[in-house]
């Protein structure tokens, strides 16, 4: 938060007289003006509807509750100062506020001062929006959140090990300081020491408000590479980036990963990726919902989302079915424009997975080298990635694939998806389970010949989406002619 609001003096030296700073913390952001004026010899002055205008480090200004009063004192004052407004709502959008506001520009620019909206949303007139400066105030800092917990620790008299404080830092990041605050005191009341397990606790404490949020799920995964069936140059390329969130690889001279586009069929693993690479990643996983993203303020909406993600960094930021995302925005609106511009700039290590089943939806500009770290695309499995879904969803069924023909089966099941497949174990389970017996081979193979999967009917969409992917995205499956071609080699030598 330091380094957004110490940007402030400069602003203010070069003429920049109206600033909106983005934030619900109202107490902290305050302590943190209070930090900047007093270092950079700033007079500090507060506006709410409730006490007019008012200085933290002593002073008021009577009769100033309402907003014009406010203004017209704003405009008789002389010396170099920060006039905050708190969450002015709607008086903002009155004409005769606005003009207040456009007639003080060029008193502020001269006096070394400048007017700054504090909100937690952006609701800047139209009239005004060029001539405010956006300031997005993240939320607590690893640095940040590190103190309050010592201080706690501090004053309960607790004492914990330095592995197991980093562990309570790094679970509290993504909330704000009001949030912690009660996380901590929850775990304080119930009588707990901040003990190993009590690291779950708070992870779930704020699972649950994080829940608040509309349009984003922290979401708890166990999903491993090993669950995902296929898609060996996808997991190879995963492999390879395992460690780039680290130290070593920024001294090695690497970037950010920035993320990774997967495209293809339904039900054929992109959103069981996403999952395994944040758990083989040991990071996070936020989910964003497009659809609640589009269905409220959708730039606040994504300000927020991206506000949240980068403060719980690194962190796997997946975005299911983007294509709705710009489906909602028209292809080419404000928040299309704000996510791109995130996406190509950012400097925090926030893993974007998105994924996609529609292609004629995606804009170019999505797709641009520098967005993207690769693009994947997923298609329906073949013989040898059919095999071994079967063997995964039996084994995690607690049967033993070796006692099944499943070579057989993995012929029969030409075409399928692997969600298919795991619904055809589980719909042959049924069907045993009716008859009160063991599952069988027969169950499978008769749930094979009873079904149609969807691929059949979608024939003509699944050839427009192979002919579109091939010359711009990479396979994620490995080429099971080659695999062959190298078996049949080693067979003959």
Not at 87 to 104: F, H, K, M, N, T
Not at 143 to 152: G, R, S
Not at 343 to 348: L, N
Request: glycine fraction near 6%.
């Amino acid at each position: 938060m330091d380094d957004v609001l110490g940007r402030i003096p400069a602003l203010l030296s070069a003429r920049y007289p109206l600033l909106w700073l983005l934030s619900a913390e109202e107490e902290r952001v305050e302590r943190g003006l209070e930090r900047v004026c007093e270092a950079n010899q700033l007079q500090l002055y507060v506006w709410r509807s409730t006490t007019g205008l008012a200085s933290p480090f002593g002073g008021h200004f009577e009769g100033t509750g309402p907003l014009a009063a406010a203004l017209e004192e704003v405009s008789r004052f002389e010396a170099p100062a920060l006039f905050v407004l708190e969450d002015p709502g709607e008086r903002l959008a009155d004409p005769s506020i606005q003009r207040q506001v456009r007639d003080l520009v060029r008193q502020l620019e001269s006096r070394r001062q400048a007017l700054a909206v504090l909100s937690y949303r952006l609701d800047i007139p139209v009239d005004l929006e060029k001539d405010f400066t956006v300031l997005d105030v993240p939320l607590p800092a690893r640095n940040e959140v590190a103190k309050l917990l010592a201080l706690l620790l501090t004053r309960q008299r607790i004492q914990v090990q330095q592995d197991l404080f980093d562990q309570f830092v790094a679970a509290s990041l993504g909330l704000s300081e009001k949030e912690i605050k009660r996380a901590y005191a929850r775990l304080l009341v119930e009588g707990k020491r901040f003990t190993r397990a009590d690291v779950d606790l708070l992870v779930e404490e704020k699972a649950r408000m994080l829940r608040k949020s509309r349009h984003l799920e922290f979401v708890h995964t166990h999903t491993d590479v090993g669950d995902v069936g296929g898609l060996g140059n996808l997991k190879e390329w995963l492999d390879h980036r395992r460690a780039a969130f680290g130290e070593r690889a920024r001294e090695f001279g690497l970037p950010e990963p920035k993320g990774l586009f997967l495209l293809g069929v339904q039900g054929c693993g992109k959103s069981l990726s996403a999952k395994a690479v944040a758990t083989s990643w040991r990071v996070p996983l936020l989910r964003l919902d497009v659809a609640a993203l589009f269905a409220g303020r959708a730039e606040e909406g994504l300000r927020d989302t991206i506000r949240i993600a980068e403060s719980l960094a690194p962190v796997v930021l997946w975005i299911d079915e983007i294509e709705k995302a710009f489906l909602g925005d028209g292809g080419g609106g404000r928040v299309f424009g704000s996510f791109l511009t995130w996406m190509q700039e950012k400097s925090r290590p926030v893993f974007v997975v998105a994924t996609a089943n529609e292609v004629r939806a995606l804009p170019p500009e999505l797709l641009r080298k520098g967005r993207f770290d690769e693009i994947f695309f997923v298609d329906l499995p073949n013989a040898h990635e059919r095999l071994e879904i079967l063997e995964i969803h039996l084994r995690h069924r607690g049967r033993d694939p070796d006692s099944f023909d499943l070579l057989a089966l993995a012929e029969e099941t030409e075409r399928w998806s692997g969600a298919e497949i795991e619904q055809l174990v589980v719909s042959a389970m049924f069907l045993a389970f009716a008859e009160g017996r063991e599952l069988q081979q027969r169950d499978l193979v008769r749930t094979v010949r009873d079904s149609i999967p969807l691929a059949v009917t979608m024939d003509d969409r699944l050839k427009e989406l192979r002919e579109w992917a091939r010359p711009r995205a990479r396979p994620a499956s490995v080429d099971t002619r080659r695999v062959a071609l190298f078996q049949d080699w080693e067979g003959e030598g």
